[in-house]
């Protein structure tokens, strides 16, 4: 039987490194009507702010060429909503449960993450400082490294289990940002959330999202997300989680070669609401077929010549 | 919340017919879906052909018929998901679907007749609840409107049924001159209708139709029961794409898990 289990950093172990991505895959109880999300290595949930955000205006969502426009704005119930609703249900998981935890200003991040770090079945937190869709906070965060580094160290000092932080795709180097995250003490690194783009109604004239600029994902932003990964994977130690496109179990291979530890399922969630389960199953075939006895063998594992 | 569980299934084609051109007809086989599915519900069908993962979001499509294990869609070929969707129907051929999704309309509203109003292709999900009250043996009355005569279809069908069926046209070229809302006054008026207020009143159609016979109902101190179409990604709450505007308050529902039915009174018809 082949090994699929990864570690990232020292206190997470995924059963396989197939994890579902923030906002793709709502808090979870949504899917455990089709499959077992325990057969998945993890989960991460929707954003959770402080408060209820209703998000942005409508129309929210389009679909382009190779993938699809996003403008949600975290939407999301709230910390205690989550806390009193979600987290019963969140217990009975048997799987790794990250929460993304998003914010207007520092100290939402630092409210969120303090009030997880008490609760037991949250495993870890995705620090999210790249959402391009919100006025405030947000991809801001993500940007600027000075900014980018307070934030991971400030979330750090309150929470102790494991910090992933979210990186956008949106800036000039993203090694940059990486690095100044994994000083201030981060345990990994989720990457890419979605960049900027657009769409215009050519009938209508009119966008064809709300907000103008949306945020695009989908297989047309691999190549861009195994560039950022690659790259990263050069410049920090700590572990990496790719995303960005993956829709099979061949991406998920291409994405650990590029030298991810892990990788998170999105868009393709709504091609198929099983497209993280399937991609499970045909890696561990693939692995079969190809006599792959470790997973973790392919880990940075692109070869030059 | 969603009424029923929902099943991810590999269905059957059974058949296909182009009613009139682009638009189909396709009857597919699934136990889980065609039993359970109410009037009103929906599923998704993923529409990337053989293991392209493009394009990306599945298409959303009403329950219109079902019979004992087949299930049937009606829809129109308007762009990229419907072209290719029209290329993969084919007899004896398998598709994802996904469903039921979504609440249906509310049909336990007793005492009352039922009258449906349909525009254009709007008809599909209409024909489903027509099924479910004949069935029943309850009183309907069926109005439906289109632009002009070229876009009705299967209209035998519909004068088979054993139910009060009008039809309008914008501009008249088949049955009464004027949209489903002028039919439904001037009826009305004549005395082959009912007061408004004495029927249980489910519209789908057009936007602006929707929204015309509603402000109609909300005028007359009556409500009517609407079924939205949205942009939408994944069918189960997840993604929150589909919201539609609250009408009293602020804040969104989403059209997929707490529609796509809406009480008339409560939600702001896009």
């Known amino acids: 039987m082949a090994k699929t289990t990864v570690n990232i950093g020292n206190n997470i172990k995924l059963k396989n490194p197939i994890m579902t991505a923030s906002g793709t895959f709502g808090y979870g109880d949504e899917y455990t009507e089709l499959y077992d999300i325990g057969d998945l290595g993890g989960i991460v949930t929707k954003a959770i702010t402080p408060e209820l955000r209703i998000g942005n205006p409508l129309p929210r969502i389009a679909e382009t060429e190779y993938g699809m426009l996003n403008s949600i704005g975290l939407a999301n119930l709230g910390l205690d909503d989550f806390i009193s609703k979600k987290i019963p249900v969140i217990e009975n998981f048997k799987t790794i449960v990250f929460v993304n935890v998003a914010g207007k200003e520092l100290k939402d991040y630092i409210m969120v993450a303090e009030k997880l770090n008490e609760i037991d079945c949250i495993d870890g937190i995705e620090v999210n400082i790249s959402c391009p869709n919100v006025k405030e906070g947000g991809v801001a965060f993500g940007t600027d490294p000075k900014v980018a580094a307070e934030v991971t160290r400030e979330v750090r000092k309150v929470y102790s289990k494991h910090m992933m932080v979210k990186l956008s795709p949106n800036v000039t180097d993203i090694t940059t940002i990486a690095k100044v995250v994994e000083d201030a003490g981060a345990d990994s690194l989720s990457l890419i959330n979605t960049l900027f783009g657009m769409a215009i109604d050519t009938k209508t004239f009119k966008p064809k999202v709300r907000s103008i600029v949306a945020g695009y994902s989908g297989p047309g932003i691999k190549p861009v997300a195994l560039q950022a990964v690659y790259k990263c994977s050069k410049a920090v130690k700590i572990p990496l989680i790719g995303m960005g496109g993956i829709t099979s179990a061949d991406d998920v291979i291409e994405f650990l070669l590029a030298g991810a530890t892990a990788v998170q399922v999105g868009t393709a969630n709504f091609t198929n609401p099983l497209a993280a389960l399937n991609i499970v199953k045909d890696l561990k075939e693939i692995m079969k077929d190809r006599n792959i006895s470790d997973i973790k063998s392919l880990i940075g594992g692109m070869k030059l010549d | ?270």
């Open chain 2, 1 to 270: 919340m969603t009424e029923s569980k929902y099943h991810e299934v590999q269905a059957e084609v059974v058949s296909v017919k182009e009613l009139k051109h682009n638009v189909i007809e396709a009857v597919l086989r699934s136990k889980e879906i065609a039993k359970n599915t109410k009037p009103g519900q929906f599923i998704t069908i993923q529409v990337t052909n053989k293991d392209e993962s493009v394009p990306v979001l599945r298409r959303p499509f009403a329950v219109s018929y079902t019979k004992g294990d087949d299930f049937q869609i009606i829809f129109d070929v308007v762009g990229r998901g419907t072209d290719i969707l029209k290329d993969m129907l084919k007899a004896g051929k398998k598709i994802n679907v996904l469903g039921p999704l979504g609440n249906g309309f509310n049909t336990k509203v007793n005492g009352k007749e039922k009258l449906l109003l349909a525009g254009g292709i709007g008809i599909a999900p209409i024909k489903k609840l027509m099924q479910h009250f004949t069935e029943k043996g309850d009183q309907v009355t069926l109005i439906w409107g289109n632009r002009d005569k070229s876009g009705f279809f299967d209209i035998d069908f519909f004068m088979d049924q054993n139910i009060k069926l009008f039809v309008a046209t914008d501009d008249g070229s088949l049955g009464f001159e004027g949209n489903v809302l002028d039919i439904l006054k001037a009826e009305i008026k004549n005395n082959n209708l009912k007061k408004i207020n004495d029927y249980n009143i489910y519209v789908v159609g057009p936007g602006p139709m929707m929204k015309a016979v509603a402000d109609y109902c909300t005028e007359m101190d009556h409500y009517c029961q609407v079924s939205l179409e949205t942009p939408m990604a994944c069918g189960i709450g997840v993604c929150q794409g589909c919201a539609v505007k609250k009408k009293k308050e602020d804040g969104y529902f989403l059209t997929c898990v707490d529609g796509p039915v809406f009480n008339s009174c409560s939600v702001e018809i896009p």
